[in-house]
């Protein structure tokens, strides 16, 4: 075990609740020692024992062009030296609103803010403001930030209302969120067809990766849009994650499906606090001033984090960049498949865009239920192993994994001999 690691990871404990200021941070799922960072580039991370690692977290999506990428670093360098903040409006505001408009055309305006959880946050607030309606529609497994609302699972049957998830969420606001089960379109219309007319919206992440990755099942998301149009609910795809990875018009571009909001995050900081929310103009101009709703932030569209989510977009645009990506994360995924065959190790794997999910399970698993069946202690060995092996994966078994444009060819081959090296230790 590194001792630098070890020495900051017991220092932080005493400051920091568990040493870490976002809980997956901690390895509390595959247990040991955090590895605290000093320095990324590429596709590389490096610790605070100076050891390198392949990242495939991506500071958990963000850094989709690489690590320190030459004209992200230098927009935000160049923003810095101009000023940290206004709190008043910027031009370079506006070009970071018409690119994510011009990039997902079902956002006709947008409304800048600071994380993924500000704008579900807010999203959610525009859809119970915009129809009038209380409650909100999610989904088993799906991560949308931690606005009370949303940190809600599923009560103890399907169709009722939900519990909390979290100490200090009151009954009386989980009461407001059902909870339903991912790819389960048959539960989406019995629920509209008894509760349509006081349901404000739909959440959903249109490509579930906060459950290790599942794929949305042939007419789930279809699904969710008629039932939403039907009756008058907005449907709102939380492309968070999603949003530059799973195709460069997010999700919905690639299934087809057109929602009425959609909130962004992760890619549209290019690695700085950015989220976003936005969608049909009618209802995104009932947000303050304009209208009822209420939002507003002191750091939102920040001007160096703005250099870094325009600067990072500039180059997702570019012909082709995306698809260059989803080539090597098939690559990845297949290479890491032909390990475990040969091991005769029960694993499966998928991807989609840069998304990709391992499984220590035969089939890959379509719904939350399935996904809680796989060999967690397994992944654990595997983590393990890989990251002893210099290559660092999200560590928890229930998370997607994440490749950049700087992941080439050296890297996955690097991977692939880290894979047979751990799959040969963990045994059929
Ligand atoms: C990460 C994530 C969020 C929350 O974003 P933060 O910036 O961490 O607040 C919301 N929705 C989805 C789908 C995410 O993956």
Redo the contacts with the bound molecule.
């Keep these: 075990m590194n001792s630098r690691n070890e020495e900051l990871f017991k220092r932080a404990q005493l400051r920091i609740p568990a040493g870490v200021n976002?809980p997956v941070r901690a390895f509390r799922a595959v247990g040991g020692t955090p590895r605290f960072f000093e320095r990324a580039f590429g596709a590389y991370l490096w610790d605070a024992d100076g050891k390198r690692y392949i990242d495939y977290i991506g500071s958990?999506?963000p850094m989709v062009v690489g690590h320190s990428h030459p004209a992200v670093v230098e927009a935000v360098q160049a923003a810095a030296a101009r000023a940290l903040s206004f709190g008043a409006p910027t031009e370079a505001e506006i070009e970071l609103a018409e690119t994510i408009c011009h990039l997902i055309p079902s956002m006709e305006m947008v409304r800048l803010v600071?994380?993924?959880?500000?704008?579900?946050m807010t999203a959610i607030r525009l859809a119970r403001g915009f129809t009038g309606r209380a409650k909100i529609v999610k989904f088993e497994g799906?991560?949308?930030?931690?606005a009370d609302s949303l940190l809600v699972k599923a009560g103890s049957g399907a169709l009722t209302f939900g519990n909390p998830s979290s100490a200090g969420v009151p009954a009386d606001i989980a009461q407001h969120t059902i909870v339903l089960d991912y790819n389960n379109s048959a539960q989406v219309r019995e629920l509209f067809a008894n509760q349509g007319a006081n349901i404000a919206g739909v959440i959903v992440?249109p490509v579930?990766?906060?459950m290790n990755l599942i794929l949305p099942t042939n007419g789930f998301l279809q699904t969710l849009r008629e039932e939403c149009t039907r009756h008058g609910a907005l449907l709102i795809f939380?492309?968070?994650?999603?949003g530059f990875r799973v195709a460069r018009g997010g999700a919905q571009a690639r299934f087809g499906i057109t929602p009425d909001l959609t909130?962004l995050?992760?890619v549209i900081g290019g690695g700085m606090?950015v989220?976003a929310f936005g969608g049909r103009s009618d209802v995104m101009q009932h947000i303050a001033p304009l209208g009822p709703v209420y939002q507003a932030g002191t750091l939102s569209g920040n001007p160096v984090a703005v250099a870094a989510g325009l600067a990072t977009l500039k180059l997702v645009a570019q012909a082709g960049y995306t698809e260059a990506i989803e080539r090597t994360t098939q690559a990845l995924v297949s290479g890491l498949q032909a390990e475990a065959d040969r091991a005769g190790i029960a694993f499966s794997s998928q991807s989609i865009g840069s998304m990709f999910g391992i499984y220590f399970h035969q089939q890959i698993p379509q719904g939350f239920a399935q996904m809680m069946a796989c060999d967690k202690e397994r992944f654990n060995a595997f983590f393990h192993g890989m990251l002893a092996q210099g290559v660092y994966l999200a560590p928890a078994a229930f998370e997607a994994g994440f490749v950049s444009a700087a992941h080439g060819e050296e890297e996955l081959q690097a991977t692939f001999q880290a894979a047979r090296h751990v799959f040969s230790t963990l045994g059929a």
């Design positions: 976002s958990w999506g600071s994380s993924g959880t500000e704008a579900t799906c991560y949308h930030g931690h992440e579930a990766g906060n939380d492309e968070v994650m999603t909130t995050g992760k606090p989220g």
